[in-house]
């Protein structure tokens, strides 16, 4: 059993491994992305925030530079993956 990456104040609805498999993007009912260290299981930097409801869904871009997160406020955005 593999051990829980916390931080998230809500429910996380969508995961993702970037292609290299050294990080993990999640997006929450808080309305924030994260990013995890994939080795240490560390948050990478602050939340990515600037959705107005919940984040529904993550992805890493091929090349793994980018992240896209869509939400229930209607929007889609593209951050840079840090």
């Known amino acids: 059993i593999g051990d829980p990456l916390w931080g998230h104040?809500?429910?996380v609805n969508s995961v993702a491994f970037s292609t290299d498999g050294t990080r993990i993007v999640?997006?929450?009912d808080d309305k924030?992305?994260?990013?995890w260290d994939t080795a240490t299981g560390v948050q990478v930097g602050d939340p990515l925030?600037?959705?107005d409801d919940y984040v529904k869904?993550?992805?890493f871009s091929a090349?793994?530079?980018r992240i896209v997160s869509g939400s229930d406020d209607?929007?889609?955005?593209?951050?840079?993956?840090a």
């Open 9 to 11: 104040d809500s429910r």
């Open 26 to 28: 999640s997006g929450s």
């Open 32 to 35: 924030t992305i994260r990013l």
């Open 49 to 51: 925030q600037g959705h």
């Open 57 to 59: 869904s993550v992805a």
């Open 63 to 65: 090349d793994g530079t």
């Open 74 to 81: 209607r929007t889609i955005r593209l951050w840079h993956a």
